[in-house]
């Protein structure tokens, strides 16, 4: 038996399959090499740089430097860079910090102060540890120099000031003994410098003598001051300190010359100072609210006196002191009063003849007056 063939359908032919192949991207030949090269050139041009920021360093030139080592970091210290210069980053780093110390220790030694102190607090935020550490003892050193070189100059507060910032950058304490040294010297010349003065200054010279005594007792300055200069001028500063009214500081320079050094003359006038009379002056008046004059009165001061019963004195057992008041009630004691606290003031009545005065309450009189040593009193008194 014959088979039919097999029914295939009509249309157009069919395009043979043929096998896929894999197409390959070809790179220029001359980009592989610029991209190789890249990293080379700028290695190269990197360490170019650090090598000439040495020489310069090396030779002084440390501005220069500066500029060259800053150029190197830009190049080899970038994100793009430094995954393949990172060493040539950190070195010309290390550079940078290396030279901001050794130019600030130059421009200390040249007396160049302020441009050193920027060189090494420069060399301090490198953040490099090491070179941080020495250019803090550099900036110790400059502190004491700087503070040296003023006072030499008579600028003793600057001087000073300078001084005092020393133990913040010295945390060893290795220049503590010479800044405490220099320290007591400046203010020993700030007070003679006060003294030589026209007119001489004598309270703002016992400021300073004062503060060398109590910040550095031990230092042979304090002991030079304590023989003669700062008994000397407490006593005229607190002459001083009279003429210009400011009277408790006064008696406080007196009372300290006479208590810490009594075996100096000058302790000895001091004491008659603070004992010597004062002026006393006053006004009597009708009363608080009438302060009509009372003219041509007897008035009197007693240094002694107690109550004897309500509203009766006795003021016997001490000095009195008498006067009278003038045309306008005004009245003074001739060759003032000692110093000396609740004085009992009394004036003559006509009407009852003899000395009164008034009192708060039966055994509290009102006018009773203190004065102080060194300083002038004045009082009001009032009849009613």
Known sequence: MSQAAQYAPAGPDQPATR?????????????VLLVVAIPGVTYGFAENQLSQAQASEAHGAYGQALSQYATAQ?????????????????????????????????????????????QLRAAIKSGLADWAVRANAALAD??????????????????????????AVDPTGNLTASTNAGLAAAYAGFAQWYLQQQPVDYPNALIWYE????????????KLAQASALPQTLYNAGVAFVQQMRYQQARDAMTELVQNYPATTWAAQA???L???????????????????????LVRIATHWKIVKAHTYDDSGGKIYSTSTDAKGTFSVPGGMPPGQNYLITWWDPARKTFVTTFLSDSVPVNTITVNPLEP???TVATT
């Open 271 to 273: 004491n008659a100072a």
């Open 211 to 222: 503060n060398l005594v109590r910040d550095f007792p031990d230092s042979a300055d304090a």
């Open 74 to 118: 830009s190049v080899a210290g970038n994100p793009v860079s430094r995954l393949l210069l990172g060493e040539v980053a950190d070195r010309a780093k290390a550079g940078t910090a290396e030279t901001h110390f050794l130019w600030g220790v130059q421009l200390t030694q040249q007396g160049k102060f302020a441009d050193s102190e920027m």
């Open 377 to 379: 009193a004045h009082t």
């Open 19 to 31: 096998p896929r192949r894999t197409r390959l991207l070809l790179v220029p030949l001359g980009i």
């Open 275 to 297: 004992q010597a009379n004062q002026p006393l002056t006053g006004q009597l008046i009708v009363s608080d609210q009438n302060p009509t004059p009372v003219a041509n009165r």
């Open 142 to 167: 400059l502190f004491y120099a700087w503070g040296q070189s003023l006072v030499a100059g008579k600028q003793f507060q600057a001087g000073i000031d300078k001084y005092r910032q020393v133990a």
